[in-house]
């Protein structure tokens, strides 16, 4: 894929169809529209700048923006390369202007017109950009440019404006829901703005509906590939796997864009906003700050400040990362850099802590010996060839990485890992559990005098006790220790941090020394009492859910806790049970002491059409029932599940169809432990 994309970024999207085509890639010719990036000289690499409508939907007025510029030169944004202030939808009147048929500011939101605003802008070094549909309508109502291209295009160069972001909403009129529809709606206004001659960055917002990657490229400067971003993780996990695989047609003048940034908005933890930030540096997506940034926090502006991050982005080779590998939660991103070097992101989707590895030569570097800079901490280690890092939860470590030239001493790249056995990460009360501790050597020398140690929680018992030291751990080796880990019997259910550290000398000098820190979170479950008894009484180890949280007892409300109405299937009414929305995963812990789950099914007669869910019960990772699916129509089915010996039991509702009133009611579970 790496000479394909390449090409791409010499011969353009086109070429590459015709490419996949001669190598025997089924491309449907009806979507492989012909794809040459706009040779304009515009954003020949990724747009950076700033947009409300994250942050403030349609509240914003023209001392938002003037304010916004302001701190762009103030905070040294505008000097780490932030250039585009732009805004969002609603900025207009509800009726173009009667006599010229022109598009109206709101005279109370910009009371001296988008022009003066843009004048305030430029003055500032800055450009502006400003917001439309290609329908009849935007997508909070107002009027759409389809139509009235040529006038709005024109009105948008007269008040000096630099950018377009062209929406989807609004009905089409005669133009079909297809491709060809939507490359013409799109091109119609590419065409005016090129006719005003003004330099306008155009951005194309049709939500990833019909492939703009393929055919973009003809069209504007970049595409949005998916719908909406939400400040939260899981829209976050679901763009960038969305966006991922669309490498190979991005490229200088044409770029995938994953939607603007969430970065500083509250709804992410800063490791969550550094994943985002960093993988859309991987990915040259544009960079459009989406927050307040006249409240902003310090950490959201090291993150949106990041040099180092950013020349990721802005690299002038213009490649948007490959997927070097990508399993157990662990995906493998290298951007190659117009010097040769390499951008390797190592990005942890999963819910746990764990350790990713890649190598000099699987990112396309050669060499002996190599320089890795941590993107985010700006500390510089050798590697022999290995990339590893024990990344948190929902973390990226990012580094650059280039062939080691010259004979400087550097730290060596080493990653402590620590996780329990079973890798569970749980730790029953009164029993041992096996915490193991892992130093690694990446770099090209050995290490002396390390140690590896573990602390428990005050009360917990550690076997045996003490750090466990290794002579030396040679480059390309590991030392690994483990202990028998036991919480008190009467430890609370919850979640506890085990500290793992490791030290070592890596040279004789007195700074060659180091001590790594790492936090293992082992949960301490509820155990289920032995007997039968309601399930929806024993707390879950873990959930995620489709409409706000599951209710116990209650049927799902969507929103908040405790909402929702009495469990009801079929007429029958279940006071006990667990009332989800698909997609839902909600996980017990068993330990082995239960053998079996009985429980009726369905959805909840508060939904009258479109609920259908599938609802399966998993003794760890087997099916040990499975409904197929149930719709609203369908009375009450019954399950019952064989759980001996499991250690874990999930219950799962997967979507029928279309995600919509999927309202899965678990009425009346019984979980008989021994
Ligand atoms: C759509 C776009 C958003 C935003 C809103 C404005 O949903 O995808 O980015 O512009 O419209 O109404």
Redesign the pocket.
């Known amino acids: 894929m790496r000479v394909l994309r390449v090409l791409t970024s010499i011969l353009g999207a086109g070429s590459l169809a015709a490419a996949m085509l001669a190598g025997g890639v089924t491309v449907d010719l009806a979507t492989a529209a012909p794809a040459a990036a706009l040779d304009d000289g515009l954003a020949r690499t990724p747009p950076m700048g700033f947009n409300d409508?994250n942050a403030f939907g349609c509240n914003v007025d023209a001392q938002l923006i003037e304010q916004t510029a302001d701190l762009f030169v103030s905070s040294g944004l505008k000097d780490a390369g932030y250039e585009y202030v732009n805004i969002?939808?609603?900025w207009m009147t509800h009726e173009r202007d009667p006599e010229t048929g022109r598009l109206v500011p709101d005279p109370g939101k910009f009371p001296d017109g988008i022009a003066a605003v843009a004048d305030y802008v430029h003055a500032r070094g800055l450009r502006l950009g400003i917001?439309e549909s290609a329908g009849s309508t935007?997508?909070?109502g107002y009027p759409g440019s389809l139509g009235h291209e040529t006038v709005d295009a024109q009105t948008f160069a007269d008040w000096g404006v630099d950018y377009l972001?062209y929406?989807?909403?609004g009905s089409h009129g005669q133009y079909p829901d297809t491709q060809q529809g939507y490359i013409a709606r799109y091109s119609a206004m590419r065409d005016a703005l090129e006719a005003t001659g003004r330099d306008i960055v155009y951005s194309l917002?049709e939500?990833g509906n019909l492939q703009p990657w393929t055919w973009g490229a003809d069209v504007g400067h970049l595409w949005?590939t998916t719908?909406?971003i939400q400040d939260n993780w899981s829209s976050l996990k679901s763009i960038i796997r969305q966006n991922a695989p669309l490498a190979s047609y991005a490229g200088p003048g044409g770029w995938n864009d994953p939607?603007?940034l969430e970065v500083g908005n509250g709804g992410m933890t800063d490791t969550e906003y550094r994943t985002h930030f960093g993988l859309w540096a991987m990915m040259a997506a544009p960079l459009i700050i989406g927050t307040d940034l006249r409240e902003a926090d310090d950490a959201t502006m090291r993150i949106l400040g990041n040099r180092d991050v950013i020349a990721v982005d802005q690299d002038p080779l213009g490649v948007q990362a490959d997927v070097v590998s990508d399993a157990d939660g662990a995906m493998v991103f290298a951007k190659p850099l117009a010097d040769g070097d390499e951008a390797v992101a190592l990005y942890n989707e999963s819910d746990r802590a764990q350790t990713i590895r890649t190598t000099a030569q699987d990112v396309g570097l050669s060499g002996r010996s190599f320089l890795a800079r941590d993107l985010w901490s700006g500390d510089e280690r050798e590697s022999a060839g290995t990339i590893v890092a024990h990344v948190p939860a929902h973390g990226t470590a990012m580094y650059r990485v280039s062939s080691l030239k010259g004979h400087g001493r550097y730290a060596p790249m080493t990653a402590l890992s620590a996780d329990t056995d079973p890798a569970d990460g749980v730790a029953e009360p009164g029993s041992p559990t096996t915490v193991r501790a892992r130093l690694e050597d990446a770099g090209r020398h050995s290490l002396h005098d390390a140690t590896l140690g573990v602390t428990a929680p005050d009360g917990w018992t550690v076997a045996p006790p003490g750090p466990r030291t290794a002579g030396k751990v040679s480059s390309g080796d590991t030392f690994d220790a483990t202990w028998s880990v036991t919480p008190p019997a009467d430890t609370a259910p919850g979640d506890y941090d085990l500290a793992v550290t490791a030290a070592y000398r890596w040279g004789d000098e007195p700074d060659q020394r180091e001590t790594l820190r790492t936090t293992l979170t082992v949960t301490v479950p509820t155990l289920p009492p032995s007997g039968t008894t309601p399930l929806s009484d024993v707390a879950w180890v873990s959930e995620t859910n489709g409409w706000g949280p599951p209710e116990i007892d209650r049927s799902n409300g969507e929103q908040g806790a405790h909402d929702g109405g009495p469990i009801t299937i079929g007429g029958v009414v279940y006071d006990k049970g667990i009332g989800a929305h698909a997609d839902s995963e909600i996980r017990w812990f068993l330990g082995g002491g239960c053998t079996r789950l009985t429980t009726d099914v369905g959805i909840d007669d508060e939904k009258t059409t479109n609920g259908s869910v599938t609802f399966r019960i998993l003794a760890d990772d087997d099916v040990a029932a499975d409904s197929g699916v149930v719709t609203v129509d369908d009375p009450a089915a019954h399950l019952a599940a064989d759980l001996t010996g499991a250690r874990w039991l999930t219950l799962v509702e997967d979507s029928g169809g279309d995600n919509n009133s999927d309202h899965g009611d678990w009425a009346g579970p019984l979980l008989t432990c021994d």
Do not use: E, L, S, V
């Open positions: 409508w969002d939808d609603c917001y935007t997508c909070a972001k929406d989807n909403c917002c939500w949005r719908g909406d939607d603007m």
